[in-house]
């Protein structure tokens, strides 16, 4: 979302502060849009930001296969206009974390990190009533395309403020760097986790760091100060093989069915404590969903082997040993030859 300006100080700005800008959030699942107030029907009057912004939706960041090349090429361009210096920092081949920075003038301060992600998730474009990657613009200034909030938006926001900042003629004593990351969506192994283990990221000693958040659809800003651990979780069911015509005893499925209805309760469980209780959040919360089943090879063979795959979110306040152990005896209860693995690791995360 951006925020409202402050209105324009000086009649030398450029035309484009003196409008009010206002984006907000459309809550709704298939309509992933942003608003923006400017709702002329002439497309010439529309804040240059957001036409940056539809510009980067453009670019098919998505994964599996995101076009980063295009993206680092935007990116490059912004801060040549903005007077930015950019390193391109390769942390596996193809992927580069792309840092603009605007110097303090007191180099030995802890710099500040706006940090966000370039990629995003797949889609289904079936259930889209636009193009995904049209950045398409309706009559009342929404605009529909995939990383319109996670996370495009920010990244436009970022580059806004800093541009704004500048014709304001403002300069800060801590230096500001934008980092602009790959594969976040994907659990950052080639992106954020490489960069952090580099000279590059060393040399921006970081002082103060900020991330995405949740979409809001007013001009407010929610800050968080904790965050759910993102836990991602395959469990794997073996048991007796055989052919689809028995009643095989003791199979992979019915032991994973025990394990996924053991998740499913708690996940109804957790569901209910968050709508039974007004002053709880999402995020106060543990959250699951059952993403992914896998296995067998016939219609009439029993498998050996099944697996059921869980994205969990832990709460803050939930001790992370503990519900290990929780994982481990509902695999447990379900039988013999039932196991979890973390597919990514339990840690602090986006
Ligand atoms: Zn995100």
Not at 7 to 31: D, F, G, T
Not at 119 to 134: A, I, N
Not at 237 to 258: C, M, N, Q, V
């Amino acid at each position: 979302m951006l925020q409202q300006p402050r209105k324009a100080k000086s009649a030398s700005l450029p035309k484009c502060l003196a409008s009010p800008l206002r984006a907000s959030v459309s809550s709704s699942v298939k309509r992933l849009a942003t608003q923006s107030a400017m709702t002329s029907k002439n497309p010439k009057e529309e804040h240059p930001s957001v036409t940056l912004f539809r510009q980067y939706l453009r670019i098919r960041t998505v994964q599996p296969k995101p076009d980063y090349g295009a993206a680092v090429a935007f990116l490059e361009e912004r801060a040549c206009q903005l007077g930015l210096s950019c390193q391109k920092v390769e942390v596996a081949p193809g992927y580069v974390v792309t840092v603009l920075t605007w110097p303090g003038t007191n180099p030995t301060l802890s710099s500040i990190l706006l940090n966000s992600h370039t990629d995003v998730v797949p889609v289904f474009k079936e259930y889209w009533s636009h193009d995904p990657f049209e950045a398409f613009k309706d009559s009342e200034g929404y605009i529909y395309a995939r990383g319109a909030q996670d996370m495009k938006c920010i990244s436009i926001q970022y580059l806004e403020a800093v541009r704004r900042l500048k014709v304001e003629g403002h300069q800060f004593p801590r230096t500001i760097h934008m980092t602009f990351v790959p594969d976040e969506e994907v659990g950052g192994h080639q992106g954020m986790e490489l960069f952090v283990q580099r000279p590059e990221f060393q040399a921006l000693r970081a002082g103060f760091a900020l991330d995405e958040g949740l979409a809001n659809p007013t001009d407010a800003f929610t800050v968080f100060y904790s965050e759910r651990s993102p836990w991602w979780v395959r469990v794997t069911s073996t048991g007796r093989p055989g052919h689809g015509s028995r009643f095989i005893e003791d199979t992979a499925a019915e032991k994973l069915h025990k394990v996924v209805s053991s998740i499913l309760a708690f996940r109804e469980k957790e569901w209910q404590r968050l709508q039974s209780n007004p002053h709880l959040k999402e995020g106060a919360v543990t959250s699951v969903n059952l993403t992914k089943l896998e296995g067998g090879v016939a219609y009439n063979v029993v498998p050996a082997t099944m697996s059921a795959s869980f994205d969990f979110r832990v709460a803050p306040d939930v001790g992370l040993k503990a519900f290990e152990e929780q994982l481990q005896s509902w695999c447990q209860a379900a039988g013999e030859g039932v196991t979890f693995e973390f597919v990514q690791e339990p840690h602090c995360g986006a």
